[in-house]
C-alpha cells in the first residue's frame, strides 16, 4: 500500500499510501505510524522529531544534523515487510453532545441546504458511529468520518471568526470537535461540554486516531452542568 | 519567591519565551512552534556561555522594559536591536552582541528591532520557567507552554537561575544578514497543481510580505498564483517553511507556530538556512524565490553549521 517515500526538505519525509481516503487504508497508515512511535520511544537513534499520520499519508520530520537520512529511509521501507494489521486498542469513546439552538450555530442552514429537519439532522449525526482519521489542526481536534451522505454540505462560503470550544462542525463526510474557541468554516450543528485537550495529562487529547466515537444527546441543563464540572478539573 | 528576577515594567507588543521547539507532539495537534530565527537563538546562548537550546525571551518589534529586582544578571539581545541599559540613573546605549551586566536596581529597556522582526534576550544560567512535555516554546494560540503559554505582560515577574558572571564576552564586527531578499526554496509536494507558466511567474515576480504575518505564517501579496487542479488537497502534515497557497491566491509560508496539518497545495518549500532572514524581512519587503536542487539545500545546510561553528570561535571575553 506504501506508493512513495520524497524527502520534500532537508529534515522531512513524506509517505504516501495512494489516493484513497477511507477508514480500511487510514487505520494501515495508523498500524504503519505506531512502528515509527515506537521506534522514537526506543531511544530515538534515527533522530526522528515529529511523526503526523494523516488519512493517507505520514510525514516524518527529522534532525538533518545526524546525517542519517538514507538509515532513515531504510527503517521505512523495512516496516512494509511488517505487519501492518490494524492492532492498536482501538477504543469506543462517547461523547456528550447539546444541540440546542443556541449551540447549533448552523443547523437551520444545514437543514435548509440538505432538506432535511433538525429532528432527522440529529438522528443522522447520533446513529453514526464516527471513525477518527487523525488529530489535528489545533491540540486534540479529531477529525472523523464517515458521515451520511444526505448530510453532506460544503465548508461555509465565509469562516466564522469566533467559533466557541466544544462546537461540533460537519463539512462533506466529517466532522469535527473544536478543542479551544477559534476561527472555523465548518457547519456548526452543536456543542459539547467535554475537555477534548487537558495539557495535565500525559496523553492528552480525549480521543485519537483510530478510535471510534458515538455521540450522545444531552438537554441544555445537562451540557451547563457538566461545563461547570468540566471546568473545575 | 525565587532569588533572582526581573519585574516586567512593559511587556512588550509580543514576546514569548522560546527555545528549539517541540519534538514527538506535532501528532496531537501541537505545533512544532519555536524561536523565529534559530541564528540568532543560538548566537544569544553561546555570548552567555548557555547550552545552544536553552529557553531565551523572543521579542518582535518593540521589547519589553525589565528591572532587575533580585540578584545579579548578566545577559545579551541578538537580533538587530535598540536599546538602553539604565544603572544608576545613567543610560548607556546598548550594542547588539554583547554582553552586559546588571545588578539589583538597574533597568534593560529594549526599544524595539530595527528593519527587522525578532530580536532575542538570554540570561546567563537561563529563564527559571515551567517547561510543557520538555519544552520551553510558548504557543500562544494554543496556550501551551511557559508562561501559561501566554505573552509576559506587565507587572508580572521573570524568573532566572544564576547569578551572573562578571567577565562579558561579545561577538565584535558582526553584520546583519537581514536584508537579502533572494529565498531559497525546493520543489513543493503539491508543485504540480500549478501550470508551468504560474510556476514561472512564481519564480520571476516579487511577492510583498503583507502585514498580516505572525508567527504562525508569512502571507504573501502582489502575485497571485491560482492551481489547475484545486487549492483543496486531503489534509496532511506539514513543516515550517512550506509555501501554501490558499484560494485566493495569495501564498502563505508556514512559520514556527504553523498547524499541524493543512489542506492547501504546497507550491515550494524555503530551505532550512533561509528561514531564519525570512523571519526577519520586515513587513513590506519585496522577496524574491530561486528554485535550488535538495543535494545543494543539504550542502548548504552543511556549509552554514561549518560557518555557525567558526562564528562562535568569534567570541571574546573582554
Avoid at chain 1, 456528550?96 to 439532522?121: G, H, M, P, R, W
Avoid at chain 2, 520551553?136 to 496556550?143: D, E, F, G, V
Wanted: hydrophobic share 35%; aromatic share 10%.
Amino acid at each position: 500500500m506504501l506508493k512513495d517515500i520524497s524527502q520534500i526538505s532537508e529534515q522531512a519525509f513524506l509517505i504516501d499510501f495512494g489516493p484513497d481516503i477511507n477508514i480500511e487504508l487510514n487505520q494501515y497508515v495508523l498500524a504503519f505510524s505506531n512502528y515509527i512511535f515506537e521506534e522514537m520511544k526506543n531511544n530515538n537513534r534515527l533522530g526522528i522529531k515529529n511523526c503526523v499520520p494523516s488519512y493517507n499519508k505520514i510525514l516524518i520530520q527529522f534532525e538533518p544534523q545526524l546525517n542519517n537520512k538514507i538509515q532513515l529511509k531504510n527503517f521505512i521501507l523495512s516496516i512494509v515487510k511488517k505487519d501492518t494489521k490494524f492492532i492498536a486498542k482501538r477504543k469506543t469513546i462517547e461523547i456528550l453532545v447539546c444541540y440546542d439552538d443556541e449551540f447549533a450555530l448552523d443547523i437551520k442552514d444545514v437543514s435548509n441546504q440538505t432538506k432535511l429537519n433538525k429532528e432527522d439532522i440529529i438522528n443522522l449525526h447520533l446513529s453514526t458511529d464516527f471513525y477518527v482519521y487523525m488529530i489535528g489542526f489545533m491540540p486534540g481536534l479529531p477529525f472523523m468520518g464517515d458521515l451520511n451522505d444526505k448530510l453532506s454540505v460544503p465548508r461555509k462560503l465565509s469562516p466564522r471568526v469566533h467559533v466557541p470550544s466544544g462546537s461540533i462542525g460537519i463539512v462533506d463526510k466529517l466532522c469535527v470537535i473544536y478543542p479551544n474557541d477559534s476561527p472555523g468554516g465548518w457547519n456548526i450543528i452543536g456543542r459539547s461540554p467535554q475537555i477534548m485537550f487537558n495539557k495535565k495529562e500525559i496523553n492528552p487529547t480525549l480521543v485519537k486516531s483510530g478510535d471510534l466515537v458515538k455521540f450522545k444527546s444531552i438537554s441544555k441543563k445537562k451540557y451547563n452542568e457538566l461545563k461547570m464540572t468540566y471546568e473545575k478539573k | 519567591m525565587k532569588k533572582n528576577n526581573f519585574k516586567v515594567l512593559r511587556g512588550g507588543i509580543h514576546s514569548t519565551f522560546q527555545d528549539d521547539g517541540y519534538d514527538y507532539a506535532q501528532h496531537l495537534g501541537i505545533s512544532t512552534g519555536g524561536v523565529a530565527d534559530q541564528d540568532s537563538f543560538k548566537l544569544a546562548n553561546k555570548i552567555v556561555n548557555n547550552e545552544l537550546n536553552c529557553p531565551v525571551l523572543e521579542f518582535s518589534i518593540q521589547g519589553p522594559h525589565l528591572k532587575l529586582q533580585k540578584g545579579k544578571c548578566r545577559f545579551v539581545i541578538t537580533g538587530n536591536v535598540m536599546f538602553n541599559v539604565i544603572q544608576e540613573k545613567k543610560i548607556i546605549k546598548g550594542v547588539p552582541n554583547h554582553s552586559y551586566i546588571l545588578n539589583e536596581g538597574d533597568v534593560l529597556d529594549i526599544l524595539a528591532t530595527i528593519k527587522s522582526n525578532y530580536g532575542y534576550l538570554a540570561v546567563e544560567g537561563g529563564f527559571s520557567i515551567e517547561k510543557y512535555r520538555d519544552c520551553a516554546s510558548t504557543l500562544t494560540q494554543s496556550k501551551l507552554g511557559p508562561n501559561r503559554g501566554g505573552k509576559i505582560s506587565e507587572g508580572q515577574f521573570i524568573n532566572f537561575n544564576l547569578n551572573g558572571s562578571n567577565v562579558n564576552s561579545s561577538l565584535k564586527n558582526h553584520l546583519f544578514n537581514f536584508n537579502d531578499n533572494i529565498i531559497r526554496v525546493l520543489k513543493g509536494p503539491q508543485m504540480n497543481y500549478f501550470m508551468q507558466k504560474i510556476i514561472k511567474d512564481f519564480f520571476a515576480k516579487p511577492f510583498i510580505i503583507s502585514n498580516m504575518t505572525n508567527r504562525m505564517g508569512i502571507r504573501l501579496e502582489g502575485n497571485s498564483i491560482y492551481s489547475i487542479k484545486s487549492h483543496n488537497i486531503a489534509s496532511e502534515g506539514i513543516i515550517k517553511g512550506s509555501i501554501q497557497v490558499p484560494g485566493d491566491g495569495n501564498p502563505i509560508i508556514l512559520m514556527a507556530d504553523h498547524p499541524s496539518i493543512g489542506g492547501y497545495p504546497k507550491i515550494a518549500t524555503v530551505i532550512l538556512a533561509d528561514i531564519p532572514k525570512l523571519a526577519q524581512l520586515p513587513f513590506n519587503s519585496k522577496i524574491f524565490f530561486n528554485e535550488i536542487s535538495l543535494s545543494d539545500a543539504e550542502k548548504i545546510f552543511k556549509e552554514k553549521t561549518e560557518l555557525t561553528k567558526t562564528l562562535f570561535k568569534e567570541i571574546k571575553y573582554c
